[in-house]
């Protein structure tokens, strides 16, 4: 978070694999370089404990390590550093990739307890989360999934086009979801036939010819050009736990980018979108049909959608709007004695 270091703060990053790793442990088979890449990730994270008591403050996002053990979250916090977790995810439910399911035994999602109730100080991303954080630790704050909005502007101006993009953006682990849009995705194709096309942005394995869409791989450098590329964003949703615990990030993506979102009317997403205002909430086939071809037949209603979804992003959800609550928070935390 560079703003911390304009009010006093200065911050170290230490992520644990980069993308080309990431890519690598996401894709069939590569055994090997899955394994050298948990060992390089073990001995990198004792170097992190290693030089913890440098640091007022521990700072973890989801987990400090790849498999199921808690060791290092525990040796943060004996190094005398304030320990942080933060979350935005419901991961203490397995939820594994299908190219990986052989090895979800080693992941252990139950250990986010154990985290949970060593931590200093918990951050959810939404209050499904802080609910069960609280059972094993009071010390929860919640603060909704934030958007660089200086980062997230659209590369080129939403226009009148020929044909229309609708979009999905996602991973590996969420691309499952992206199913539930076939059949309405289908009959939208019946309805509007080349007047439409379809990207899906992270999982370059998805494939589906009755659609044409072939999978484009995440990349960071351009991620901002490739989802300036979509007209009408959607995140299709199963109601169920691991969903409900979801923060929304794909919907703010979009709107951060004044592409109007469809969405389902689960979780916090209910509460990001204001339905028929700043994006539509669709939970049936038709629904999705009817709204989706709204914004389809309307470039008025998508470029009035588009930039009230960046107003209410820029508002509520961006890291300018939360970046003083951050600061308050971690100063009361290092000024609080053990």
Same mark, same amino acid.
């Given at each position: 978070?560079?703003?911390?270091?304009?009010?006093?703060?200065? %911050?170290?990053? =230490?992520?644990?694999?980069?993308?080309?790793?990431?890519?690598?442990?996401?894709?069939?088979?590569?055994?090997?370089?899955?394994?050298?890449?948990?060992?390089?990730?073990?001995?990198?994270?004792?170097?992190?404990?290693?030089?913890?008591?440098?640091?007022?403050?521990?700072?973890?996002?989801?987990?400090?390590?790849?498999?199921?053990?808690?060791?290092? !979250?525990?040796?943060?916090?004996?190094?005398?550093?304030?320990?942080?977790?933060?979350?935005?995810?419901?991961?203490?439910?397995?939820?594994?990739?299908?190219?990986?399911?052989?090895?979800?035994?080693?992941?252990?999602?139950?250990?986010?307890?154990?985290?949970?109730?060593?931590?200093?100080?918990?951050?959810?991303?939404?209050?499904?989360?802080?609910?069960?954080?609280?059972?094993?630790?009071?010390?929860?704050?919640?603060?909704?999934?934030?958007?660089?909005?200086?980062?997230?502007?659209?590369?080129?101006?939403? !226009?009148?086009?020929?044909?229309? %993009? /609708?979009?999905?953006?996602?991973?590996?682990?969420? /691309?499952?979801?992206?199913?539930?849009? /076939?059949?309405?995705?289908? !009959?939208?194709?019946?309805?509007?036939?080349?007047?439409?096309?379809?990207?899906?942005?992270?999982?370059?394995?998805?494939?589906?010819?009755?659609?044409?869409?072939?999978?484009?791989?995440?990349?960071?450098?351009?991620?901002?050009?490739?989802?300036?590329? $979509?007209?009408?964003?959607?995140?299709?949703?199963?109601?169920?736990?691991?969903?409900?615990?979801? %923060?929304?990030?794909?919907?703010?993506?979009?709107?951060?980018?004044?592409?109007?979102?469809?969405?389902?009317?689960?979780?916090?997403?209910?509460?990001?979108?204001?339905?028929? $205002?700043?994006?539509?909430?669709?939970?049936?086939?038709?629904?999705?049909?009817?709204? $989706?071809?709204?914004?389809?037949?309307?470039?008025?209603?998508?470029?009035?959608?588009?930039?009230?979804?960046?107003?209410?992003? /820029?508002?509520?959800?961006?890291?300018? =709007?939360?970046?003083?609550?951050?600061?308050?928070?971690?100063?009361?935390?290092?000024?609080?004695?053990?």
């Amino acid at each position: 978070m560079p703003y911390l270091h304009e009010k006093g703060f200065e %911050c170290t990053f =230490a992520p644990l694999v980069n993308e080309k790793d990431d890519n690598v442990l996401y894709a069939e088979e590569h055994y090997f370089s899955k394994f050298i890449i948990t060992i390089k990730s073990f001995f990198k994270r004792l170097s992190d404990v290693r030089a913890a008591s440098k640091f007022d403050i521990i700072f973890i996002q989801r987990e400090a390590y790849l498999l199921g053990t808690a060791y290092f !979250e525990k040796q943060f916090k004996r190094s005398g550093a304030k320990v942080v977790f933060d979350f935005d995810d419901a991961i203490w439910l397995t939820n594994v990739s299908d190219v990986n399911k052989k090895f979800g035994w080693l992941k252990r999602p139950t250990k986010t307890a154990e985290i949970i109730s060593i931590s200093d100080l918990i951050i959810s991303g939404n209050s499904y989360l802080a609910d069960y954080a609280r059972t094993y630790n009071p010390e929860v704050i919640m603060i909704p999934t934030s958007v660089d909005t200086d980062k997230f502007q659209r590369k080129h101006e939403p !226009e009148t086009k020929e044909r229309i %993009c /609708i979009g999905w953006t996602g991973s590996h682990t969420t /691309i499952k979801h992206f199913s539930l849009a /076939i059949p309405f995705l289908i !009959e939208l194709k019946k309805k509007y036939g080349d007047r439409i096309y379809f990207k899906v942005i992270g999982d370059p394995a998805y494939y589906n010819a009755e659609l044409g869409i072939q999978g484009l791989k995440w990349n960071n450098d351009t991620e901002i050009e490739d989802l300036s590329e $979509i007209d009408i964003g959607i995140m299709p949703l199963p109601n169920d736990a691991w969903s409900r615990g979801k %923060c929304g990030l794909k919907s703010l993506e979009y709107m951060a980018l004044r592409i109007p979102p469809v969405i389902s009317p689960v979780g916090v997403n209910s509460e990001i979108v204001k339905d028929g $205002i700043d994006g539509f909430i669709a939970d049936s086939n038709a629904e999705w049909v009817d709204k $989706i071809s709204r914004l389809i037949e309307s470039p008025q209603l998508r470029k009035q959608m588009g930039e009230k979804a960046r107003q209410t992003v /820029i508002e509520r959800y961006s890291v300018i =709007a939360h970046r003083d609550t951050y600061v308050e928070i971690l100063n009361k935390l290092v000024s609080t004695p053990r």
